[in-house]
């Protein structure tokens, strides 16, 4: 089983940027959706955005659209999330994680259903 772990977090004010970085620990099949997911304190774990590897379509929750960026080397075994415009809401723990799936159209389910692989998170603080 292909594990992940992310890197790249950080504080920062509101405004500023991050790019956080998903490592795997090995190579993942075309039909795989790698996510970013994130935790707030007290909340519940949401998705954030997804790639699927087969053609590197994106997904984005509506909370991030037009502020974060998804994106995949495959070269390099990494899936990137390049965050900018941050807000104390985006404060939390981030997750990545992989599920395989038949279709790209299942990459745009950002629940945390069937996704596995978790790493142990990197934090995002961002400060108003």
């Known amino acids: 089983q292909v594990h992940l772990v992310e890197s790249g977090g950080g504080s920062v004010q509101t405004g500023g940027s991050l790019r956080l970085s998903c490592v795997a620990s090995?190579?993942?099949?075309?039909?795989?959706?790698v996510a970013w997911f994130r935790q707030a304190p007290g909340k519940e774990r949401e998705g954030v955005a997804s790639?699927?590897?087969?053609?590197?379509?994106?997904y984005y929750a509506d909370s991030v659209k037009s502020r974060f960026t998804i994106s995949q080397n495959n070269a390099l075994n990494t899936i990137y999330l390049q965050m900018n415009s941050l807000k104390p809401d985006d404060t939390g723990m981030y997750y990545c994680?992989?599920?395989?799936?038949?279709?790209?159209?299942?990459?745009?389910?950002?629940?945390?259903?069937?996704?596995?692989?978790w790493g142990p998170g990197t934090q995002v603080t961002v400060s108003s």
């Open positions: 994680a992989h599920k395989f799936v038949w279709d790209a159209r299942y990459c745009g389910s950002l629940s945390t259903d069937y996704f596995r692989g």
């Open positions: 090995g190579v993942m099949e075309r039909q795989h959706c």
């Open positions: 790639v699927y590897k087969g053609d590197s379509s994106t």
